[in-house]
């Protein structure tokens, strides 16, 4: 957990032997092992949370997990792969932020750089160059997508 997460609200921390519990629990719709003893997931029991409420998820995970999803529920998912405009670009962003010591920002490099050979398996591939405009781009696929589900739903 960072210094500006919240429990609860940014995300659901737990502890290793809890996720692994819930692992074997078939509770997640998704989770990997990102990086070593690091694991990240999606719950099943959020993503019900949220359709129970009449919302839509909008997942910000890996590339395995939205990869995973994507194949796992194909007709319900929309992938976009956020690609940065090169890795040195990259390097510049993470370093900006100050949030990683350089043995996890080497790791979340390194990992970029093999998640890049992946991107042709997404629905959409969106550059990363300036904030505002790939926000825009990701609103303008993302209401597409949701008129085109929500138009097709109806007509069925």
Same mark, same amino acid.
């Given at each position: 957990m960072?210094?500006?997460?919240?429990?609860?609200?940014?995300?659901? +921390?737990?502890? %290793?032997?809890? +996720? !692994?519990? *819930?692992?074997?629990?078939?509770? +997640?719709?998704e989770y990997e092992e990102v990086y070593p003893g690091l694991y990240y997931g999606t719950l099943k029991s959020e993503i019900e949370r949220l359709w129970d409420l009449g919302k839509t998820p909008l997942l910000d995970i890996d590339v395995m997990? =939205?990869? /995973?999803? *994507?194949q796992n529920y194909s007709q319900n998912a929309l992938t976009i792969f956020l690609h940065p405009v090169s890795i040195a670009n990259l390097r510049?962003?993470?370093? =900006?932020? #100050?949030?990683? /010591?350089?043995?996890?920002?080497? =790791?979340?490099?390194? %990992?970029?750089? %093999?998640?890049?050979?992946? =991107?042709?398996? +997404?629905?959409? !591939? !969106?550059? /990363? /160059? #300036?904030?505002?405009?790939?926000?825009?781009?990701?609103e303008d696929i993302v209401r597409k997508y949701l008129s085109t589900s929500l138009n097709n739903s109806l007509n069925q």
């Open positions: 960072r210094p500006n997460e919240t429990n609860g609200t940014d995300y659901h +921390f737990l502890r %290793k032997d809890d +996720f !692994v519990d *819930k692992i074997e629990e078939g509770e +997640f719709l997990g =939205a990869l /995973n999803i *994507k510049g962003r993470l370093a =900006a932020r #100050k949030t990683e /010591n350089e043995k996890s920002f080497e =790791a979340r490099i390194g %990992k970029a750089e %093999k998640e890049l050979v992946s =991107a042709d398996q +997404f629905d959409y !591939v !969106v550059y /990363n /160059n #300036k904030l505002e405009e790939t926000i825009k781009t990701v």
